[in-house]
């Protein structure tokens, strides 16, 4: 085994991934999704539910990024994306997406950004 | 990984050793409200300790976060007598900040870890980006090269950020154009990560160069 390096870890992350996701892999189910693809709840968790999924539930009443739901439920990116896959599914979350590349050449939204950073 | 939890205010310059503890959701403060419609992400890139985490902790309105990806690669060091080889899975940790940029829009900023052959391998990280901003130290600019031309060659536009500290050579921006190869449009400027106004200038350099660049698209 090598020595891990600095800012990266060999552990036990896959067989949680394994059984968060029920081993599916990510690649079919979460396209489209983005780092920054905000989430919003359309319903309160359930009893029943898988607890990841009554956790992202819970934690989304208002719009949190996936970037955030990795961060807060210490979880994998792509093992959200796959349990929010079955959550979109269902129609249980509303997935506001990010603005796409193209936007780098929409003036509009450059000074909008401009504006904000303004601010700080 | 140090995950230790601090009081450390965000706007303080948030070191890498200072990055918030997991915790199941959000500070009260730190919800963002039902309007915002949309966010926007910058990355920023450079090699060990150039200051990334302390750029993104300088700016953001909540305390750096972090998120983990697990990645998998060919094994380094396999038994070639087996023929076969070592899948070796890696667990690669970012941090993250955010800006609200008015009611409806947010932006997050990325800081890349220091282990630079995993940023690309991060599915999507610079797909939707705005740009990025090359965080570099003068006094090993090496690690600068590979990166530099591989956002080149996804198109990503960046500018270029000297992350002026105590004893590293001082470079006029021309000389670090030159050492760098960059052509003359890629803005290059010189910052310090621990203040928020000067992280907040890289920025705005950056969206300044976009702007332009969406003026004289035959540029990129
Ligand atoms: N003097 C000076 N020190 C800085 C500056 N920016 C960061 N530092 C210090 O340099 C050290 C490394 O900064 P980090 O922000 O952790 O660097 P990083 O790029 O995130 O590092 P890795 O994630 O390990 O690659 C910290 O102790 C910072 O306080 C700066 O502009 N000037
Ligand atoms: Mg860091």
Redesign the pocket.
Same mark, same amino acid.
């Given at each position: 085994m090598r020595e891990p390096d600095?800012?990266v870890e060999e552990e036990g992350t896959p067989d949680r991934l394994y059984a968060v996701t029920g081993g599916r892999t990510q690649a079919s189910r979460d396209a489209g999704l983005d780092l920054v693809s905000l989430i919003v709840s359309r319903q309160e968790p359930r009893p029943g539910m898988p607890p990841e999924h009554a956790d992202i539930l819970r934690l989304c009443g208002n719009p949190t990024s996936i970037a955030e739901i990795s961060s807060y439920l210490a979880l994998p990116f792509s093992a959200v994306t796959v349990l929010l896959a079955d959550l979109v599914e269902r129609d249980q979350v509303e997935v506001r997406a990010p603005l796409p590349a193209a936007h780098r050449r929409n003036t509009t939204l450059i000074k909008e950004v401009m504006d904000g950073l303004g601010k700080l | 990984m140090d995950w230790e939890s601090s009081d450390t205010s965000a706007s303080d310059?948030v070191?890498?050793?200072t990055i918030a503890a997991p915790r199941r959701g959000p500070r009260k403060e730190d919800v963002l409200p039902a309007s915002v419609t949309a966010a926007v992400k910058i990355v920023i890139v !450079?090699?060990? /300790?150039?200051?990334?985490?302390?750029?993104?902790?300088s700016v953001s309105e909540i305390r750096p976060l972090r998120t983990e990806e697990t990645m998998t690669q060919a094994g380094v060091g396999v038994d070639d007598t087996l023929g076969v080889e070592e899948k070796v899975t890696t667990t690669v940790a970012m941090?993250f900040g955010r800006i609200s940029l008015n009611d409806r829009l947010v932006l997050y900023l990325f !800081?890349?870890? /220091?282990q630079q052959r995993f940023w690309f391998l991060w599915r999507g990280l610079f797909d939707g980006a705005l740009g990025a901003v090359v965080?570099v130290d003068t006094r090993r600019l090496e690690v600068s090269f590979d990166v530099i031309g591989q956002l080149e060659e996804r198109q990503v536009p960046f500018v270029v950020a000297n992350?002026?500290?105590?004893g590293a050579p001082r470079h006029a921006a021309e000389e670090l154009r030159a050492a760098l190869d960059l052509p003359q449009h890629v803005p290059i400027v010189d910052?310090?990560?621990?203040?928020r106004a000067?992280s907040r200038d890289v920025l705005m350099k950056l969206m300044h160069y976009l702007h332009d660049l969406a003026l004289t698209p035959e540029r990129l």
């Amino acid at each position: 085994m090598r020595e891990p390096d600095e800012g990266v870890e060999e552990e036990g992350t896959p067989d949680r991934l394994y059984a968060v996701t029920g081993g599916r892999t990510q690649a079919s189910r979460d396209a489209g999704l983005d780092l920054v693809s905000l989430i919003v709840s359309r319903q309160e968790p359930r009893p029943g539910m898988p607890p990841e999924h009554a956790d992202i539930l819970r934690l989304c009443g208002n719009p949190t990024s996936i970037a955030e739901i990795s961060s807060y439920l210490a979880l994998p990116f792509s093992a959200v994306t796959v349990l929010l896959a079955d959550l979109v599914e269902r129609d249980q979350v509303e997935v506001r997406a990010p603005l796409p590349a193209a936007h780098r050449r929409n003036t509009t939204l450059i000074k909008e950004v401009m504006d904000g950073l303004g601010k700080l | 990984m140090d995950w230790e939890s601090s009081d450390t205010s965000a706007s303080d310059g948030v070191a890498s050793d200072t990055i918030a503890a997991p915790r199941r959701g959000p500070r009260k403060e730190d919800v963002l409200p039902a309007s915002v419609t949309a966010a926007v992400k910058i990355v920023i890139v !450079g090699g060990f /300790g150039v200051g990334k985490t302390t750029l993104v902790g300088s700016v953001s309105e909540i305390r750096p976060l972090r998120t983990e990806e697990t990645m998998t690669q060919a094994g380094v060091g396999v038994d070639d007598t087996l023929g076969v080889e070592e899948k070796v899975t890696t667990t690669v940790a970012m941090d993250f900040g955010r800006i609200s940029l008015n009611d409806r829009l947010v932006l997050y900023l990325f !800081g890349t870890p /220091g282990q630079q052959r995993f940023w690309f391998l991060w599915r999507g990280l610079f797909d939707g980006a705005l740009g990025a901003v090359v965080l570099v130290d003068t006094r090993r600019l090496e690690v600068s090269f590979d990166v530099i031309g591989q956002l080149e060659e996804r198109q990503v536009p960046f500018v270029v950020a000297n992350n002026a500290f105590p004893g590293a050579p001082r470079h006029a921006a021309e000389e670090l154009r030159a050492a760098l190869d960059l052509p003359q449009h890629v803005p290059i400027v010189d910052c310090d990560a621990r203040q928020r106004a000067s992280s907040r200038d890289v920025l705005m350099k950056l969206m300044h160069y976009l702007h332009d660049l969406a003026l004289t698209p035959e540029r990129l």
